[in-house]
Structure formats: structure tokens, C-alpha cells
């Protein structure tokens, strides 16, 4: 007999609210397991035959028609203080905490390292599949090590964060080993004095007249929220998965030809070259606030796509493809999608 209650496994589950796009899909069935025994019931219960997604709050995603199998949204949910020393604090969080109230948490407490990653859609969980960063920070360098579940076996382990093979947006969990684990929780390493990241242009602006060693995380995380709520459209008033292609890096080479025809490309040094914006290159090919049906590039922030109402993941696609080939020919730079498209 199952030891879960008929409520945790959902068949034919609406996703329209399971996704910031709002595009209309429907789930075979969804489950949204608490607790690790219940996740490890669900995949034992599994036929290994059935296809398997796991999402969180669908913020990085474009769900592309029905989702056939089982569907999973981790629900764990939790935040406490593991440990500290004189220096730091570690924290864990369960997958299924909503991202920004986590960040508000340690920020209350006046923990540093989480505050340039506020108003970042999605759950914890999420997070490390794909890396996120904002404003000169990514997760990978704060995080100490994440909790899974093998799917095949139901066994739980940990990776420390240099076994996560974390790049720009992308890990082990997004790539070599995409549906091999469901993320059931993380562990953070915070610093317990001030040692904010603030050499990002909106910050570095806002706190120039300040030396280092005043500029705390509230203060951080507020002009945070400021800077993405004067460009990026709430999902819950305007449909959207944030930012929709990742910053293209290309060469140097290339960036110095483009930049003699372009004198006002905005680029970024990175080890391997150089980082544009994706926004700039999309708004100066002419999408910023234009629409393809109801679907477009937001007025604001040409890298966001947005979903006006009634838009179809066809839609979507549609538009991005158009965006893609329009930055291409005008500056010979291909654009990657940065939100999932499943199944």
C-alpha cells in the first residue's frame, strides 16, 4: 500500500501556474514531494519506462505542449543555520524555499554573499542547476555543496561545489547529468562581515562615494531590487522567464572588429574572451519593445521576452528565432536560449 496520500500525485495537472510564460500545458501527472522520503517513494513507485521532468517554479522555462510521464516539483522546504566560525556561517535551505526568501533571510541576519542575487525568480533548488548570477555574482561561488537523489536508485548524496562543474549558467545537473538527480536541497557559505560585490555598473555608480567596508548587504540587496525592478517586468503582473538569451562571449579579435563598427558594444572581459550584451545586441537589431503576435521583447529590457496574454509556446519560439536571426545578420553573433524548453 503507498505511503502517500492521493493529493501528492496530481494526473492531468494544469501548468499553466506552474510556469512564469504562462503558456497553457498540462502534466500526465505531477508530484510535489515534501520530504525526501516522500521523493524517494514517488520515484520507487516510478514504472523506470516513464518519462520524467522536474521543475520548480518554472521561472527558466518554456514548457513546449503537454508533458507526457511524471513531472516533479520538489516542494522541501526549510532554512537554517548549520554551522559558524569567526568568519563564516553556513546555511541550508531546502529545494523548494522560494529564492528571494532566502536571500532575504541571510541578509535580515547581515550575512554577505546572496545580497547581488535578490529578486531572482525560482526556487533554491534551481539555483544550482543552472548557476544563477546577477550583477557580477554567481551562485557557485558562495555555495558550499548540494543535496540530490539519484533517480534510479533513490540513494541521497552530496556534491561539494568544484563537483559541479559550474560555468556560465550551466552545471553537471543542467547537462551531463540532466535527469540523473532531482536537487533536494543546498548549502550555502556566507561571510559574516561585509565583503560586498559591488563592481558592477549600477552598483558601482550608486556606491562610489562609499569605502568598502561600509557598504553592507541591506544596502546592496535594496539598490538591487531597485536596478531590477526599473527593467525587468514582474512575472506575476507581465508574463516572463527573465532574461531569455544568455550574454553571448566571443573573442577578442572579434569584439575589437565589432566594436569599429559599433563604438557603443557593451562588453565585458572574461578569461575566455569577451562577454557582450545580449540585450544591446537585440535592442540595436531593433526588438526592443516590439511585438510578434502576443509574444515580444519587453520596452525596457530588450533581453527579456514577455508574453502580452494568450501567447502559445509556438509563439515563443517563433519570436526567439526571429530575435536569433536578426542579431546574427547584423552582427554575425549567435544567440543561445537561456530558459529550459521541455518536454
Partial sequence: MSLLQPSLVETDADLSELNTLRLPARARRLARPVTLDALEQVLAERDPAESLQVIGEGSNLVIHGDLPGLTLCPAMDGMALVKEDAEFVWVAAGAGVHWDDLVAWTVEQGWQGLENLSLIPGTAGAAPFQNIGAYGVELSQVLEQVTVMEVASGRVTHFAAEECEFAYRDSRFKSRDRGRYVITGIELRLNKLPACNVSYGPLKDHFAHLPVEDVLPAAVRERVIAVRQSKLPDPAVLA?????????????????????SFPGLVGYEQPEGIKLAAGWLIEQAGWKGRRLGPVGMHSEQALVLVNHGGGTSEDVLALASAVRRDVWERFGVSLEQEPILLP
Wanted: aromatic residues 10%; charged residues 25%; proline residues 5%.
Fill in 240 to 260: 516572463n522567464a527573465g532574461s531569455f538569451f544568455k550574454n553571448p562571449v566571443v573573442s577578442v579579435d572579434k569584439a575589437g572588429q565589432l566594436k569599429k
